[in-house]
């Protein structure tokens, strides 16, 4: 099994940064993307951005110029930076990780348990 552990939610005003990262750990073969998403009370689940293995980066619009995700590959980590957060930008950030336990098996998602995000007008 993968098991991934967010950090680095809370509270912040409109205007302010936080920084969320994720590690993964257990049973890793490899890991292709990793990414993150959210789902704000009452709404779909949705992207917020996905980085792949050879540095590239995919982004919701929303969160263009704003967030900014990477990875240390060594560390089996993933973060996202994110500056200038907006009340619409509360919800519940997941991260995920498609990753293989062996090279035996074929590539899985996994996701965390979710770390809240509150931004306070």
């Known amino acids: 099994q993968v098991q991934l552990v967010e950090s680095g939610g809370g509270l912040v005003q409109a205007g302010g940064s936080l920084r969320l990262s994720c590690a993964a750990s257990?049973?890793?073969?490899?890991?292709?993307?990793m990414g993150w998403y959210r789902q704000a009370p009452g709404k779909q689940r949705e992207l917020v951005a996905v980085?792949?293995?050879?540095?590239?980066?995919n982004y919701a619009d929303s969160v263009k110029g704003r967030f900014t995700i990477s990875r240390d590959n060594a560390k089996n980590t993933v973060y996202l930076q994110m500056n200038s957060l907006k009340p619409e930008d509360t919800a519940v950030y997941f991260c995920?990780?498609?990753?293989?336990?062996?090279?035996?098996?074929?590539?899985?998602?996994?996701w965390g348990q979710g770390t809240q995000v509150t931004v306070s007008s």
């Open positions: 995920t990780a498609d990753a293989r336990e062996s090279q035996w098996v074929g590539v899985r998602r996994y």
């Open positions: 257990g049973r890793i073969f490899s890991i292709n993307i």
């Open positions: 980085a792949a293995g050879g540095g590239i980066t």
